[in-house]
């Protein structure tokens, strides 16, 4: 192997690494900030279903129940149903407009849309709430390197982030990102996608 298909294979791992530990977060927060008002399943795709149709008559029923509307937003969150979360997580935060958590599921689904401008709008107003909320600026990152190709501006939020950690595995990941930026710009933005 040459020097390029090293770096390329070393930032494809990197960005799978990246995307493993954004999806395992992900969830892990979601479930610590919500005691869920539904029961929780085993995830099986009848789970979400029948919770999720649960949730759609709570919320129907008692449309300011935000933990009602997170739970829903999470669930098809978790079910790859981006526009449906946008919905219930914009309820969730109609109802609780401060909630970086909530802001930063929202963002992912946006980016997932396509929609990047609302999903940094979101990361950067998550992080205007917590200035400690690392989990906003690793998505801003991740937007602007891989979706924008604007690696000085995924830099600058990378470091924001080591700013608040620096040691854990992520801060790890996320220092080797920042070094194959510097290193090969063009490389990075093409290995996250």
Avoid at 19 to 25: L, P, R, S, V
Avoid at 135 to 148: F, K, P, R, T
């Amino acid at each position: 192997m040459n020097r390029e298909q090293i770096l390329v294979a070393a930032v494809a791992l990197i960005a799978g690494l990246l995307i493993g530990y954004m999806i395992f977060t992900g969830k892990a927060e979601k479930a610590q900030q919500t005691q869920s008002a539904i029961p929780m399943g085993s995830g099986s795709p009848t789970d979400y279903q029948a919770r999720i149709a649960e949730a759609e008559k709570l919320v129907a029923k008692e449309p300011g129940n935000r933990q009602a509307w997170v739970q829903l937003g999470n669930d098809y969150f978790d079910t790859d149903q981006a526009q449906k979360a946008i919905t219930a997580y914009g309820k969730a935060l109609e109802l609780d407009p401060k909630d970086p958590n909530i802001l930063t599921d929202q963002g992912i689904m946006y980016r997932k849309m396509g929609w990047f401008d609302k999903a940094m709008a979101n990361f950067e107003k998550a992080n205007q709430i917590d200035p400690r909320h690392s989990q906003s600026l690793m998505n801003l990152g991740v937007v602007y390197a891989s979706d924008l190709k604007q690696p000085d501006k995924a830099i600058a939020a990378w470091e924001k982030f080591l700013t608040i950690d620096s040691t854990s595995p992520t801060a790890q990941q996320v220092k080797g990102m920042i070094e194959q930026i510097k290193t090969n710009p063009q490389g990075m933005s093409q290995g996250m996608k």
